[in-house]
């Protein structure tokens, strides 16, 4: 069966540190991986997606950035945080060809000091 | 524009009672629908999801949705509520685009309190 995993789980870091968050996706092979960010008291914004190794594209422009170095791993960085980055930020993955249902990982609670 | 409102942001029930969460959605073809639910702190859970086929679709833990094409709604039920299915729910509507990509449209939320 296939699994996804983010971690950390929660950070904290301060205005114009650097930010690193990390996605696996563990059963499957080729996924389409995602990327949304989810602020306190609204929906879900979608920051990413990635059809394949080093394909990436970006739903809104922003201080983050992501990258797939590899099949099965989908990194959201930044290189300052800013207040506004604070959110939970959810990793998901689908098959890719149709549409598909997404599955999502447990997320990463980031509060931005 | 594909778009997904939910127009109930807080609703309260009481356990045991019968629930209905709202969905609708705007999207020019044949959508594909899912409803998501996501406890505190944690990430979603597709409860189910409406490809084509029976409009009456069973999902996980009780839950069914109805698609009705001529009110662009995709309804959540559920006959008798208990205490653990406080939390919040999403509807999503699914698009492709560019041929190979997938992306789902999520509605605001709706969170749900179940009083004793």
């Known amino acids: 069966s296939q699994t996804i995993h983010q971690w950390p789980a929660t950070l904290v870091q301060p205005v114009g540190s650097p930010l690193s968050l990390e996605c696996t996706v563990e059963?499957?092979?080729?996924?389409?991986l995602y990327w949304y960010r989810q602020a306190a008291g609204r929906g879900l914004q979608l920051l990413f997606y990635?059809?394949?190794?080093?394909?990436i594209s970006s739903e809104v422009p922003q201080n983050l950035s992501a990258s797939r170095p590899q099949d099965r791993q989908f990194i959201l960085s930044s290189k300052k945080l800013l207040l506004s980055d604070s959110g939970f930020y959810l990793c998901?993955?689908?098959?890719?060809?149709?549409?598909?249902?997404?599955?999502f990982g447990p997320g990463t609670r980031l509060t931005v000091t | 524009a594909q778009s997904v409102t939910q127009p109930d942001i807080h609703i309260t029930v009481s356990e045991g009672a019968s629930l209905e969460l709202r969905c609708n959605y705007s999207?020019?073809?044949?959508?594909?629908l899912f409803w998501y639910v996501q406890s505190p702190g944690q990430g979603l859970q597709l409860l189910l999801k409406?490809?084509?086929?029976?409009?009456l679709v069973q999902g996980i833990k009780g839950f069914e949705a109805e698609f009705k094409r001529s009110q662009s709604s995709f309804n959540l039920r559920k006959p008798s509520v208990h205490w653990s299915d406080a939390a919040e729910y999403f509807c999503?509507?699914?698009?492709?685009?560019?041929?190979?990509?997938?992306?789902?449209?999520f509605g605001t939320g709706t969170l749900l309190a179940v009083q004793p």
């Open positions: 059963g499957t092979s080729n996924p389409n």
């Open positions: 409406y490809f084509s086929g029976d409009t």
């Open positions: 999207y020019g073809a044949t959508p594909y």
């Open positions: 998901a993955w689908s098959l890719s060809g149709a549409i598909y249902e997404q599955y």
């Open positions: 990635s059809v394949g190794i080093g394909q």
């Open positions: 999503a509507v699914g698009a492709v685009y560019g041929g190979a990509t997938n992306k789902l449209i």
